[in-house]
Structure formats: C-alpha cells, structure tokens
C-alpha cells in the first residue's frame, strides 16, 4: 500500500494569466485560454514545469560553484538533468558549462553507473515514476478578451492585418488543486528520502547513498518551498502576464 501525504495548492493570479492555444473553430474563439469542460485550468504539465525549474535553480544555485564552473565536492550527485532528448543549442550550452547532467535522467534494469538526479527522483524519469502527482488547477471563473496589434515603424499606425484578439484569466482568480506526495510504498519497499533498490540490488539514486534524507525535511525543502517560489507562469511573460502567488497547504486526516 501506499502512505501519501496531501496538499492543496492554490496559485492566485496578480496579473492577467495566459495559459493557452490557437483557435478553437467548434467556439469560434480565437487564442483561447486553457480549459477542461468549461472550467478555466492551469494544466498539470505546465505546474509541473514551474515547479521543476524552481527546484533545479534551487539545486544550481546551492550546490555549483559558477566561478569555478564545478558542481560542489561531494554534491555532484544532486546536478539536475534536462528532460530532453535534443537539449537546445541554448540548453547545449548549459550542459556544456557544468550546471546540467550530459544526457537526460532514464532508469535501466542493466546495472548502471547512471545516476537519477533528484528532480526526476520527485517527479519520474523516463522508465520510472517518482513521488510527487502533480494536479491540474481549476478555476470557476471566467475569462477575458484583449486585442493585439502590431505598429508600422514609420507611421506609429496599427499594421494592417495585425489586430487579433486573445482571451487571458484576469488578476485576483484562484486555481486549486490536490498534490500528493508518496511517503512510503510498501509494495515496492521505497520511502521516501532514501534511495530506492532496482534490479540486481543496484541503486540509480546515488545522491542519497551516502547521505539519506528525513521525509519531512525533504518535503518542506524541496517541494513546498519550492512550489510557493514559483512566482510567474504560462506566456506572454515580457507583456506583464503570468505572476502569481502560491499557497500549500497540508490536507489534515
């Protein structure tokens, strides 16, 4: 069986959101915005994406040393992949400056020297789930529409063509959703804060080998300190879309 801990999670936004995709012919809406039935959300994906770039910031800036372009001794371990098969040129170049692993997180039955890094270890790598369940966040709010338009350099007038209009969530809606962590599986022996045994009594999880970690401690650190930094999501960032702020909050029993 399985023991999980709960958490209700709330993202308010302070800022019109956008969270969305290209047209929708059934509604003929344009530019809508994220939705599940009628109901706004903020997609599971997309949470789980802020979250993971929170938590690898967190790791980068505690345990690499930039000047020296090395990850601290003994903590080299704990140096966050990219889940990507073809990393960007851009990601390319952070792998190549030391701040990310070579090649993506994946689990293998072979024995292995491969190492799962601690944000797969939460959230699952290729072959392998993790501990955390992201939810979906849902909204009984509506949206909005705006319009967008491009200006011509040389008369400062819109550019024909150009005016097209976009939905977004406004400021002050609050999304909600359950996230749950598991504490112990008994089936497969895993607890979390420990590394867990594969095939031929191998452990991928080399950053906890040494140096376990307290459930609770691993859990107030690297997931609800984490999620409650999240401070922007979605697009349409650089036009003063996507800040919010993030509550957690543990589901008593």
């Known amino acids: 069986m399985k023991q999980e801990k709960v958490f209700d999670v709330t993202v308010t936004t302070k800022v ?41 910031a967190f790791l980068i800036d505690r345990c690499y040393d930039a000047d020296a372009g090395k990850w601290a001794a003994g903590e080299e371990a704990k140096q966050p992949c990219i889940p990507a098969d073809r990393p960007s040129p851009d990601e390319s170049r952070l792998i190549k400056s030391g701040r990310y692993k070579q090649d993506p997180c994946a689990y293998t039955e072979r024995k292995s ?13 290729m072959g392998i789930q993790g501990f955390v369940r992201v ?10 529409q ?28 609050t999304f909600g959703g359950k996230l749950s962590v598991t504490v112990r599986n008994t089936v497969l022996g895993w607890e ?15 950053w906890l080998r040494d140096k376990q970690m307290a459930a609770d401690q691993l859990i107030q650190e690297w997931i609800v300190n984490r999620l409650v930094g999240i401070a922007l999501i979605g697009g349409y960032k650089s036009k003063g879309f996507g800040e919010v702020s993030v509550k957690v909050e543990e589901v008593q029993d």
């Open 16 to 56: 019109p959101l956008r969270i969305g995709g290209p047209d929708d012919p059934l509604a003929a809406a344009k530019n809508v915005v994220s939705r599940v039935g009628d109901r706004l959300v903020i997609p599971g994906s997309t949470l789980k994406g802020a979250y993971r770039a929170e938590l690898e």
């Open 113 to 125: 020297s491969a190492s799962i890094c601690p944000c797969c270890y939460l959230l699952g790598a």
């Open 135 to 144: 939810p979906f966040l849902y909204a009984d709010a509506m949206s909005d």
């Open 146 to 173: 705006l319009y967008s338009a491009s200006l011509d350099r040389a008369t400062g007038t819109v550019r024909r063509g150009t005016n097209f209009p976009y939905e977004l969530v406004p400021e002050g809606v």
């Open 192 to 206: 979390l804060g420990k590394p867990r045994e594969y095939a031929s009594n191998q452990t991928q999880d080399t």
